[in-house]
């Protein structure tokens, strides 16, 4: 199984694509966690993507592709969450793949409104004790945790809007680059954590 997850932030790519990978043995590849990776290690390239970074430049695609190879190579099975982003970087993860001699199976799209995505980060707060994130409807703190919780800036209503814009605009057109190729499902991501697991375990047809 070799998929990757779309969907507006908000919509449970991460949550989803650490379920599936504990539920069907699928190496769960977040491009995020590999650039604070590289960039904890001091790898030449996590030098080069700080260097990004301290300007206030996006990292350009190649490099994250460049990380993300050597995953998508030793893995069989693998679930790919946070890219492409981009039509050019599903161009660019096309090529590597391509060199690598591996194919994609599947593309799942997780949709949610984005009034129903817009409640739900808002409410998210961040313990700053423990650094662990709740949301104060859904998940409410433990009387374990002391806090402050606060919320981030990334998280107000603005920050969020402005988010989902820039996903409309640049991440959603490649549901139909996706579907051209008959990659493409859709999932409601609006149901329950585990309903949503469920159903992406009966699309990708890898059982229970």
Known sequence: ????????????????????????????????????????????????????????????????????????REAESWILDGFPRTEAQARALDEALEELGVGLDRVVALEAPDEVLVRRLSGRRQSEATGRIYHVEHD??????????????????????????LYHEQTEPLKGYYAQRG?????????????????LLRVLGVGA
């Open 140 to 165: 409410p703190p433990p009387p374990d945790d002391p806090g402050p919780f606060v919320q981030r800036k990334d998280d107000t209503e603005e920050a969020i809007r402005r988010r989902l814009r």
């Open 183 to 199: 990659l493409l499902v859709t999932v409601d991501a609006t149901r329950s954590i585990e309903e949503v697991t469920e159903e």
């Open 1 to 72: 199984m070799r998929i990757i997850l779309l969907g507006p932030q908000g919509a449970g790519k991460g949550t989803q694509a650490a379920r599936l990978s504990e539920r069907t043995g699928a190496r769960h590849i977040s491009t995020g966690d590999l650039v604070r990776a590289e960039i904890r290690a001091g790898t030449e390239l996590g030098r080069k993507v700080q260097e990004y970074n301290d300007r206030g430049e996006l990292v350009p695609d190649e490099i994250i592709v460049e990380m993300a190879k050597p995953h998508l």
